[in-house]
C-alpha cells in the first residue's frame, strides 16, 4: 500500500480517506486517465486505453476525446488531431476502453488529450451536474503530462531461440485503498505491442486475501480470487499469436530477521499466504511465513524481488519491512530461489546495490539468474501515485510495463504445446509455460531495456554477442567482459576483473570471444549511445 513517501509509483485510488471526513484528493467522480503502451513495433496498431475506476461508485459518461499528436523526433515536425465520438457510459469498478490511433511512421511522439465528460445519475442515463474536461486524466493537483511513444521502424533486437518477457507487473487484482492495476486483457494486448513474449502478473498475495468490493474485508478464502485471475489468463491463453500470460504472485515473505521482504514466484501451482505488510492491521505485520517455509510449498521458480530497494525509517517501522541477505536465498535446501530481480523499472540506487550483491553471490559460487522488471500496476507509458496521503500526488516514469524485459533462451529439448507460438531462430514454434519454466532451470538469460547482449559457450571458449538497433541508438558506447579468476585449488578470486573491453564505440552487431582458461565464469554488459542497457547471466566454465 503505496502510502508511505518515497513507495514506487503506480495508478492513484483518489476516494480513499481512513475514515476521515475530508481528503483533499476526493473528488465525486471516478478516475479517469488515457494510457498508452511506450513503444510499438512493427504492424502493430497503435492504441490507447481510457481506464476507468470507480465508476460502480460515481457513474459517468465519457461523451467524446480530442487526441492531437505531436511528432517529435524529425527535423519537419508534424501535427495531427481528431475528436473520437464515444458516447461511453462507465458503471463499472474497472474499465479499460481501446482506442486505434491509426497509422503512424516509425519515429516518437507525444500524444494530448482531453477527455469530456459529465457524471450519471445511479441506475440512470441521465446526466446530471456540469461537463468537465480532463487533459488525459482528472487527477486532483496533478499537473497534466502528455504521452510518450515509440513507433519502431525495426523489431527490438532478441537473441535466437530466446524469449522476452515482463517478470514483475500487477493486475487489477492488485487493487487496494490507494493503487490499482490494469487488467490481465489489456496487458496481454500491450504486451504484443511492445514485442513481448510472455508476461508473468505478480500480483500480491495480501491483494488476493481481501475482497474486491472492500479493500479493509477479508475474502472468505484467498483462493476465490485466485482462482479468479488464474481462470482469466487461462482464457487469455486461447487466444493464437497472443503473449503467453502467466498468473504469478508478488508474496509478502519474512527473512532471517522476521521482516517482510517480496518473493515473486512464476506461475505457481497454489496459492501462496504472505499478508505480513498489508497495511491493513495497522502495526501488526508479522510475517505469514518465512521464505523457507514458501519454498516448501511450492516447486515454482522463485526470485527475489527488489532486494536492496531503498526504504525511509517509517516504511520499516510501520510495515516492518527489510532487505534479502545471502542466508534467504535457502541455497542449502532442495528448492532455493532461482534469481535476483534487482532491476526494478530504473537503474537507481536500488539496482546498484541489487547488481553489487549478486555480483557478490556469484563470487560465492552461486549462480543465480539476473532479473529484470518494472513493478508496474498497469503502467503502461508513465506512473501516478500518493505523495502524501490525502493531500498530494505525483508522477514519474519510473515503472512502464514492460521496459525492462528478461530475455532467456529455450532449451533445445523443450516439450511444445499446440496453442502457443513464438518466432524461435526463424520458424514458428510453439512457447508452453513448461518450455519457460524449463528455459528458467537453465543459465542462460540477460536483461535489458534495449539491446540484445548473450552468450555462447563452447567448451573453454565464450563467445558474447550485441546486437541493436537505430530506435535504440546503433553503435553502442561501450561492451564489457568480467570474469571471476578460479585458482588450482578451485577457489574463487575475491573481485572480477574486466578481462575484455571495448576501445572504440563497437558497431551496433560486435561479437567478442574470450578464451577462458582460468576463469570460473564471464559475463558481460553493455551500453548504447543513446543510454539503453543491458547484461547477461553468469556463462559458467567447466
Not at 53 to 79: C, G, L, M, Q, W
Amino acid at each position: 500500500m503505496s502510502i508511505i513517501p518515497g513507495e514506487k509509483l503506480r495508478y492513484a485510488e483518489t476516494h480513499f480517506k481512513f475514515k476521515l471526513p475530508w481528503s483533499l484528493l476526493y473528488k465525486p467522480w471516478p478516475e479517469i486517465l488515457v494510457d498508452a503502451p511506450f513503444q510499438f513495433v512493427p504492424n502493430a496498431r497503435p492504441m490507447l486505453w481510457i481506464v476507468v475506476r470507480d465508476a460502480h461508485r460515481f457513474p459517468v459518461f465519457i461523451e467524446k476525446i480530442d487526441i492531437v499528436i505531436h511528432r517529435i523526433d524529425s527535423d519537419i515536425k508534424t501535427t495531427s488531431e481528431s475528436t473520437l465520438d464515444l458516447q461511453i457510459r462507465a458503471t463499472e469498478q474497472f474499465e479499460f476502453h481501446p482506442l486505434h490511433l491509426g497509422t503512424l511512421p516509425a519515429g516518437k511522439y507525444e500524444i494530448h488529450c482531453k477527455i469530456f465528460a459529465q457524471r450519471l445519475e445511479p441506475s440512470s442515463d441521465k446526466t446530471f451536474g456540469k461537463a468537465k474536461v480532463f487533459s488525459r486524466w482528472n487527477y486532483p493537483g496533478l499537473k497534466p503530462a502528455p504521452l510518450k511513444i515509440q513507433v519502431l521502424a525495426e523489431e527490438p533486437p532478441k537473441a535466437p531461440g530466446f524469449v522476452a518477457g515482463e517478470m514483475h507487473c500487477h493486475t487489477h487484482y492488485s487493487a487496494d485503498h490507494v493503487e490499482h492495476g490494469a487488467s490481465p486483457k489489456v496487458l496481454q494486448q500491450a504486451a504484443k505491442a511492445i514485442g513481448l513474449d510472455f508476461v508473468s502478473c505478480t500480483d500480491h498475495a495480501y491483494d488476493f486475501a481481501y475482497t474486491t468490493e472492500d479493500y479493509t474485508k477479508e475474502a472468505d478464502t484467498p483462493l476465490t480470487r485466485f482462482d479468479a485471475l488464474r481462470e482469466e489468463i487461462r482464457e487469455l491463453n486461447q487466444a493464437a499469436d497472443m503473449p503467453l500470460m502467466i498468473a504469478g504472485e508478488e508474496v509478502s515473505a519474512g527473512n532471517s530477521k522476521g521482516e517482510n521482504v517480496h518473493m515473486t514466484a512464476l506461475g505457481p501451482e497454489g496459492y501462496l499466504p504472505g499478508l505480513g505488510d498489508c497495511g491493513r492491521n495497522w502495526l501488526d505485520n508479522k510475517p505469514t511465513f518465512k521464505i523457507p517455509k514458501l519454498l516448501e510449498m511450492t516447486k515454482a521458480h522463485c526470485f527475489a524481488a527488489h532486494p536492496m530497494q531503498p526504504m525511509g525509517y517509517l516504511e520499516k517501522f510501520i510495515f516492518r519491512r527489510g532487505y534479502w541477505s545471502h542466508k534467504d536465498l535457502n541455497l542449502d535446501a532442495n528448492h532455493k530461489i532461482r534469481g535476483i530481480q534487482f532491476w526494478n523499472g530504473i537503474r537507481d540506487e536500488g539496482f546498484k546495490l541489487g547488481r553489487e550483491w549478486w555480483i557478490e553471490e556469484l563470487g560465492k559460487g552461486n549462480y543465480l539468474l539476473p532479473i529484470g522488471g518494472n513493478d508496474a500496476h498497469g503502467d503502461l507509458n508513465d506512473t501516478t501515485a500518493v505523495s502524501i496521503p490525502l493531500v498530494s500526488l505525483k508522477h514519474s516514469r519510473a515503472h512502464m510495463f514492460g521496459k525492462v524485459r528478461t530475455v532467456v533462451k529455450l532449451t533445445p529439448s523443450v516439450i511444445l504445446s499446440e496453442d502457443r507460438q513464438v518466432g524461435i531462430e526463424g520458424s514458428k514454434k510453439n512457447l508452453s509455460f513448461k518450455s519457460l519454466n524449463e528455459a528458467f532451470a537453465g543459465d542462460n538469460c540477460y536483461i535489458t531495456d534495449g539491446p540484445a547482449l548473450w552468450w555462447e559457450r563452447e567448451g573453454k571458449k565464450i563467445t558474447f554477442h550485441a546486437r541493436n538497433t537505430q530506435d535504440f541508438g546503433g553503435a553502442f558506447r561501450y561492451i564489457r567482459i568480467f570474469g571471476r579468476r578460479r585458482s588450482n585449488n578451485g577457489k574463487l578470486a575475491p573481485h572480477e576483473t574486466v578481462c575484455m573491453e571495448s576501445l572504440v564505440l563497437p558497431p551496433a552487431k560486435t561479437d567478442l570471444t574470450v578464451n577462458a582458461d582460468d576463469f570460473a565464469y564471464l559475463r558481460a554488459e553493455c551500453e548504447t549511445a543513446t543510454g539503453k542497457f543491458a547484461m547477461t547471466s553468469a556463462a559458467v566454465l567447466p
